[in-house]
């Protein structure tokens, strides 16, 4: 079955502390993908990044990186130096070959000034 | 210019009743989705078009029905509208079906059922 878990439901740490989403994925397929999408206070799902089963480099993008390891079926999202603005519930989404998304049960992120 | 927008934002009713929300794309996408997010913010699909053709429906009442008039609308009809209906709805949109291309959301309508 195919399934996404993100065990930590809340996660507290003080501005700039780095701070790791963790994302543990289920699925037998062979190709697939995997997303992480920000929800703010606002409400707006708003999509940060997209990798391909067969693509294990980590990306970066400014403070934001991201770990994708096939090994351990996991794709952790990392925040370095947070700020205020990154407070917000972070989803991980799986998508498989019918096309569907699966998605996390999300985890929400406090940054505290 | 919106890429994905949804009427109203907020929707607030009585038990029993129907009521209509709008989604609208300007992305020239092919496949748009609803989903419902409870209070949890647990997320999950209801229906998804593809080219104005219903490809997946999830177990939903079938209180629910969408509507697609062309490819850049999707409205989400509800009839007879219960507590637990109470949600945020959210229409998306993906360029075709067969794609990994990401979703992208609409601001969402928050429907509370009195």
């Known amino acids: 079955a195919q399934k996404v878990t993100q065990a930590q439901t809340e996660i507290s740490v003080v501005e700039k502390e780095d701070v790791t989403l963790d994302c543990v994925y289920e699925?037998?397929?062979?190709?697939?993908?995997l997303f992480w999408y920000k929800q703010p206070p606002s409400g707006e799902l708003v999509f940060l990044i997209r990798?391909?089963?067969?693509d294990e480099q980590n990306e970066i993008s400014g403070r934001y990186s991201w770990n994708f390891q096939k090994s351990t079926s996991s794709f952790n999202f990392t925040i370095t130096a947070s700020q205020v603005v990154d407070s917000a519930v972070y989803f991980c989404?799986?998508?498989?070959?019918?096309?569907?998304?699966?998605w996390g049960a999300g985890t929400k992120l406090i940054i505290k000034p | 210019d919106t890429a994905v927008s949804q009427t109203p934002k907020y929707l607030v009713t009585q038990m029993g009743n129907d009521k209509s929300i709008k989604c609208e794309q300007n992305?020239?996408?092919?496949?748009m989705y609803w989903y419902k997010q409870d209070s949890k913010k647990f997320l999950k699909i209801m229906f998804s078009?593809?080219?104005?053709?219903?490809?997946i429906n999830e177990t939903v009442p079938n209180r629910f029905s969408p509507k697609s008039p062309d490819k850049a609308h999707l409205n989400l009809h509800i009839n007879s509208l219960e507590l637990g209906d109470s949600a945020v709805y959210f229409c998306?949109?993906?360029?075709?079906?067969?794609?990994?291309?990401?979703?992208?959301f609409g601001p969402g309508t928050r429907l509370t059922v009195l």
């Open positions: 998306a949109s993906s360029s075709r079906l067969a794609s990994y291309n990401e979703q992208f």
């Open positions: 992305l020239g996408h092919d496949t």
């Open positions: 078009y593809n080219n104005k053709e219903l490809i």
């Open positions: 699925t037998r397929d062979t190709t697939y993908y």
């Open positions: 990798r391909n089963s067969f």
């Open positions: 989404a799986l998508r498989d070959s019918n096309y569907q998304l699966i």
